[in-house]
């Protein structure tokens, strides 16, 4: 099928607040770069958000560094465009999105994991340039995002 995405202009994560700060920084970890991208002090006001959620894909076509081409980065913006209108409201933040080692990632936090799983399949139907996968785990206390964070301040 073909893929389907809302026509919008990028926005930051959340129109009310303004402006949100995002930080883009490239990590060198042990076997290989990492691409970084991290909403800054993203837990303030969200500690009810305790579920972790992770949307992750192969790339189709990594190069030697591991990341995708502009092409790709085409597809992968439109999926990125989707997740966001389908999970992103008052129960459900994103946070960070990651790329290296062949495979692109997206990180949201939720209270309602039930409603994340629901448009994360109509989503997964309707995506056929690439086949994403869903986890979903406990985090109350967001050590996933610290840890981002960490790399993204390069500790």
Known sequence: GKMFFWKK???PASCDEGIEAWSMSVVQLDESM??????AEARTGRENLTFQ?????PLNSPNQLGFHDADEGEQLGEIEDS??????DDRC???CSNCGDGAKEWVFYTS?????????FKI????????LQLMIKEDSNWETYDAFAQLSAGE
């Open 53 to 57: 959620v992770g949307v992750a894909t």
């Open 124 to 131: 997964h139907e309707a995506t056929s340039s690439h086949s």
């Open 9 to 11: 202009k990028r926005q």
């Open 34 to 39: 990492m691409m970084l991208r991290l909403l």
């Open 93 to 95: 933040a994103f946070v």
């Open 83 to 88: 997740l966001i209108s389908a999970f992103q």
């Open 112 to 120: 309602d994991p039930e409603h994340v799983k629901e448009e994360f």
